[in-house]
């Protein structure tokens, strides 16, 4: 069943890497065109048209990763990497680890999942809030629909 929960996912720039080898798996919109498909085959989620992506816009909060203002890359044009993932839950439990959501591969992954409310504050204020604060600049989705990718 769809929740009435907030969903933020920051990834890596579109351009991360270099010339040699590219950091991303998909772009941003990429991954919100796959995020639409598996939302409307849940349980009890709109399944197409208006509603769907009114849900999706004001819900949904995509985007890519930045930790300053106004810098959206690397000198050379190099779009901005990020290996780390992080899942918060209920604002008492949080993951961050290494661990991709691929089939895995010979690497090797590590994390540690957190159930402690003050260390819950202590990471949301130190780590997440301020990721959020710098790439919602790059959002594509959330909030609602003005400037919504689903809307386009």
Avoid at 111 to 131: C, H, M, N, R
Avoid at 134 to 141: E, P
Wanted: charged residues 25%.
């Amino acid at each position: 069943m769809v929740a009435n929960r907030d969903v933020y996912i920051v990834q890596s720039s579109d351009n991360a890497g270099n010339s040699i080898s590219g950091y991303s798996n998909g772009t941003l919109k990429d991954l919100a065109k796959k995020l639409k498909s598996t939302v409307k085959d849940q349980k009890g989620a709109p399944k197409d048209g208006d509603e769907l992506k009114k849900l999706l816009c004001k819900r949904l909060y995509l985007a890519q990763v930045r930790f300053t203002d106004g810098v959206n890359s690397y000198p050379g044009n190099n779009g901005i990497g990020n290996h780390a993932k992080t899942v918060a839950v209920d604002d008492s439990t949080f993951y961050i680890g290494s661990e991709n959501l691929y089939p895995p591969v010979r690497n090797m992954e590590f994390g540690i999942i957190v159930s402690d409310k003050p260390t819950f504050a202590t990471w949301k204020s130190e780590y997440w809030d301020q990721l959020w604060k710098y790439s919602k600049q790059s959002a594509i989705s959330g909030g609602g629909p003005d400037n919504c990718y689903y809307m386009k």
